[in-house]
């Protein structure tokens, strides 16, 4: 793992296999992938389209949709510590997806934002009585009225205005960036120590989407929490994290420190993303395509997943077997031939 922090340990993922058993074939959505997350410290997650960014986080979850998907491999530890420091250490893989302890883990210790708000949002209750019902479900002895002065004070802090009102307002009477508040509301409600954002500003306009990250930044900051935040915008997911890792079909490619992957791309598909970064100033809403196209996700290759559209790809080596992930500089993982 790329060493970044001396702050302890919160989540281990190992060699993390989730896949989906589809008609047509076996899609490897994630496949060996592993990464930590400190407490306090922010991941960013990159890459196209389909690299399986969300699937990740949906099985720290333990809410990929199953069937057709299941975590078939690796593990994820998450360390649960006490007042005195001292960890439990649970592997989420071993917990029932739906079960009591699983549960306790989604809301306490991870919350998670989406792209879309609606998403999570129920259509048919208040934002209040949704975000309220979070704090009911988790901590016992707490009474409806003391849930709802939390929820209040809790929209307050994510800059909803007059909460007091708008605590009784539905999802439709929100505009989109008011939902997004709400939401981070909801997944803030119960102290959690993780947050994940998976492209949770991309259906807002770029002055929205500059007021969410903000404030996401503040919140992390204020309440302690680490941070893993999913993007395909380099940009907004180099201002969001300490790291970043990049993903390409199912692997990570590179990980390393942002400042590092920034200065110092190594693998040829990171500077190919940073080549797509466009000059003009704008917001990216797809990245630029990289030249060759995307195998099939039920391909099985046996070398390097980007030989096809590498353009330092060695043949005979690269698509012989595939390159392990090395650290080559300290700190500095990268998945390819050329640093081996
Ligand atoms: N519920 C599902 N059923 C079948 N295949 C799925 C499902 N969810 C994801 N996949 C497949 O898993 C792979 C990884 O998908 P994932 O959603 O993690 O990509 P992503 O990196 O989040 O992409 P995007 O940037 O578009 O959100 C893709 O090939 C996708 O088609
Ligand atoms: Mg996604």
Not at 107 to 125: A, C, K, R, V
Not at 217 to 241: F, N, R, T
Not at 263 to 282: C, F, K, Q
Request: hydrophobic share 40%; glycine share 10%; aromatic share 6%.
């Amino acid at each position: 793992m790329a060493a970044s922090a001396n702050n302890p340990l919160l989540i281990e993922v190992k060699d993390l296999q989730t896949y989906f058993f589809l008609h047509e074939g076996t899609v490897r959505a994630v496949d060996g992938v592993s990464f930590n997350i400190y407490e306090g410290r922010s991941l960013g997650v990159i890459g196209e389209s389909g690299c399986g960014k969300s699937v990740t986080a949906q099985s720290m979850m333990r809410i990929v949709p199953s069937p057709p998907g299941r975590e078939v491999g690796g593990s994820i530890l998450m360390y649960l510590r006490d007042g005195n420091g001292a960890a439990e250490v649970v592997d989420v893989l071993k917990l029932p997806a739906g079960g009591p302890k699983m549960r306790s883990i989604r809301g306490q210790q991870i919350g998670m934002i989406f792209q879309e708000p609606m998403t999570s949002l129920s259509p048919l209750h208040t934002i209040g009585d949704q975000i309220s019902e979070n704090i009911l479900i988790h901590e016992k002895g707490v009474t409806k009225k003391e849930a709802r002065e939390r929820t209040i004070e809790m929209l307050g802090r994510v800059g909803i205005p007059r909460p007091q009102r708008l605590v009784d307002a539905y999802p439709h009477q929100l505009s989109g960036g008011m939902r997004q508040r709400a939401m981070i509301a909801m997944a803030l409600i119960c102290g959690p120590r993780l947050l994940i954002g998976d492209e949770p500003t991309t259906a807002l306009d770029v002055t929205i989407e500059a007021q969410i990250l903000d404030l996401i930044k503040k919140l992390q900051a204020d309440l302690g929490m680490a941070l893993m935040y999913i993007s395909h915008d380099l940009a907004v997911v180099g201002e969001m994290s300490d790291e970043i890792m990049v993903m390409y079909l199912g692997q990570v490619m590179e990980h390393s420190t942002t400042d590092e992957i920034f200065d110092n791309p190594l693998h040829p598909y990171t500077v190919a993303l940073w080549r797509s970064i466009p000059t003009i100033e704008g917001k990216l809403e797809r990245l630029v395509p990289i030249s060759g196209s995307l195998p099939s996700p039920f391909a099985v290759l046996p070398g390097c997943r980007f030989f096809s559209r590498c353009d330092r790809r060695i043949p005979g080596v690269c698509d012989a077997a595939p390159p392990p992930l090395k650290e080559v500089v300290p700190g500095h993982l990268v998945r390819c031939f050329l640093y081996q």
